[in-house]
Antibody, heavy 120, light 107 residues
Framework: EVQLVESGGGLVQPGGSLRLSCAASGFTFRYSDMHWVRQPAGEGLEWVSGVDTTGETYYADSVQGRFTISRENDKNSLYLQMNSLRAEDTAVYYC??????????????WGIGTTVIVSS | DIQMTQSPSSLSASVGDRVTITCRASQSIEGSLNWYQQKPGKAPKFLIF???SLQNGVPSRFSGSGSETSFTLSISSLQPEDFATYYC?????????FGQGTKVAIE
């Protein structure tokens, strides 16, 4: 069964740091692009960051320079290092697998999410 | 950044109704448009890619169409399990962006 399980969420003070992890199973992780998507409570979805199979990374403007995405293929794991956290980073963070069909990319597998709360 | 705008933001419908949701991009995204369904407290579920290609296992009552800047998601005969929020998303260029969502509620 293809599965993504996030961990590492929690309560952190503004300006603090947190590292999210995502454990992948059921597919060949090293051949998949992987992304993070977040959702504040009661709001819509926001794409956060992605890393492709070559290690190239992409970020939303809102997190550029504060968040760092990385992957460890030998451990089938994806990470999101979040620094200088702000109240507006409070959200459920989803780990997602990105599948490519020809020139089309889509997020076909989602984790259950981990909650990050930034508050004093 | 490419802005994605969905309409309506919410709608009420009955079981058996045909429902159509529109998604517009602020610039051409060719066919790089995906649709997701989300139920309360759950992760989103992927439905359609490349504007009109159904993911395996998605019921055929769902369909997508469009290109460039204008896209639609249709549900031909609404079922009880279809009441949810639907999001469009462009994967044409980074940063990827989502529409604000359309909540489909029971009338």
């Amino acid at each position: 069964e293809v599965q993504l399980v996030e961990s590492g969420g929690g309560l952190v003070q503004p300006g603090g740091s947190l590292r999210l992890s995502c454990a992948a199973s059921g597919f060949t992780f090293r051949y998949s692009d992987m992304h993070w998507v977040r959702q504040p409570a009661g709001e819509g979805l926001e794409w956060v960051s992605g890393v492709d199979t070559t290690g190239e990374t992409y970020y939303a403007d809102s997190v550029q320079g504060r968040f760092t995405i990385s992957r460890e293929n030998d451990k089938n794991s994806l990470y999101l290092q979040m620094n200088s956290l702000r109240a507006e980073d409070t959200a459920v963070y989803y780990c997602v697998r990105v599948y490519r069909s020809y020139v089309y990319y889509y997020m076909d597998v989602w984790g259950i999410g981990t909650t990050v709360i930034v508050s004093s | 950044d490419i802005q994605m705008t969905q309409s309506p933001s919410s709608l009420s419908a009955s079981v058996g109704d045909r429902v159509t949701i529109t998604c517009r991009a602020s610039q051409s995204i060719e066919g790089s448009l995906n649709w997701y369904q989300q139920k309360p407290g759950k992760a989103p579920k992927f439905l359609i890619f490349a504007a009109s290609s159904l993911q395996n296992g998605v019921p055929s009552r769902f369909s997508g169409s469009g290109s460039e800047t204008s896209f639609t998601l249709s549900i031909s005969s609404l079922q009880p399990e279809d009441f949810a929020t639907y999001y469009c998303q462009q994967s044409y260029t980074f940063p990827w962006t989502f529409g604000q969502g359309t909540k489909v509620a029971i009338e």
